[in-house]
């Protein structure tokens, strides 16, 4: 079975800091997906991410990174230099890349951006 | 371009009264999706298409849930009868993907936000 754990229910940070919101996940496939979506106030999900999980490279993207690490299962989110516009819930999730396409989502990080 | 479209955006409705929520996928997608998201389940996959034809309802939560693909551009999920316990966000997503082999990142619609009293 499919399973991603984002342990941080709630972070608060002061804007300009940065902040890294962690996921786990645990799969028995050997390829899979990851993704991070953003979902803002007004509710809708924002696409940020897909990665292979035959590709352990890390990527940057303006002021938001991803650290994937196999040996750790983990997928990790850092936001350099927070903005209060990076106010909302962030979901980690997996899906395989063969087979069921279902998306399993972590039960979400919700993040504060304080002026 | 224009991305999934869901309506209505919000519906207010009396126990046991029929629901039907709409979804127009991306043009060019082949894959529709449809989720729930409560507080108490998080985002749980109801069921999803690949070219119009219903691959996976193993999340369809009983018997009043019914959903439907009558074409590639237009889904419908039905609650009949509804119960406060449906009161939920329900977003349709659509991807590009060649239904068990692959599949293409999911873009979602804006949801359509279920209150059951």
């Known amino acids: 079975a499919q399973k991603v754990t984002q342990a941080q229910t709630e972070i608060s940070v002061v804007e300009k800091e940065d902040v890294t919101l962690d996921c786990v996940y645990e799969?028995?496939?050997?390829?899979?997906?990851l993704f991070w979506y953003k979902q803002p106030p007004s509710g809708e999900l924002v696409f940020l991410i897909r990665?292979?999980?035959?590709?352990?490279q890390n990527e940057i993207s303006g002021r938001y990174s991803w650290n994937f690490q196999k040996s750790t299962s983990s997928f990790n989110f850092t936001i350099t230099a927070s903005q209060v516009v990076d106010s909302a819930v962030y979901f980690c999730?997996?899906?395989?890349?063969?087979?069921?396409?279902?998306?399993?989502f972590g039960q979400g990080t919700r993040l504060t951006i304080n002026p | 371009d224009a991305g999934v479209i869901q309506s209505p955006r919000h519906e207010v409705t009396e126990m046991g009264q029929e629901v039907t929520l709409r979804c127009k996928p991306i043009?060019?997608?082949?894959?529709l999706f449809w989720y729930r998201q409560t507080m108490m389940r998080g985002l749980e996959l109801l069921i999803y298409?690949?070219?119009?034809?219903?691959?996976?309802d193993s999340g369809m939560p009983e018997d009043r849930f019914s959903a439907k693909m009558p074409n590639a551009s237009f889904s419908t999920l039905k609650i009949q009868p509804s119960e406060p316990r449906d009161s939920a966000v329900y977003f349709c997503?659509?991807?590009f993907g060649g239904g068990p082999r692959w599949q293409e990142t999911q873009y979602f619609g804006p949801g359509t936000r279920l209150l059951v009293l």
């Open positions: 997503a659509s991807s």
């Open positions: 799969t028995r496939d050997t390829t899979y997906y």
């Open positions: 990665r292979n999980s035959f590709d352990e």
């Open positions: 999730a997996l899906s395989r890349i063969q087979g069921a396409q279902k998306l399993v």
């Open positions: 043009s060019g997608h082949n894959s």
């Open positions: 298409f690949n070219n119009n034809v219903p691959i996976d």
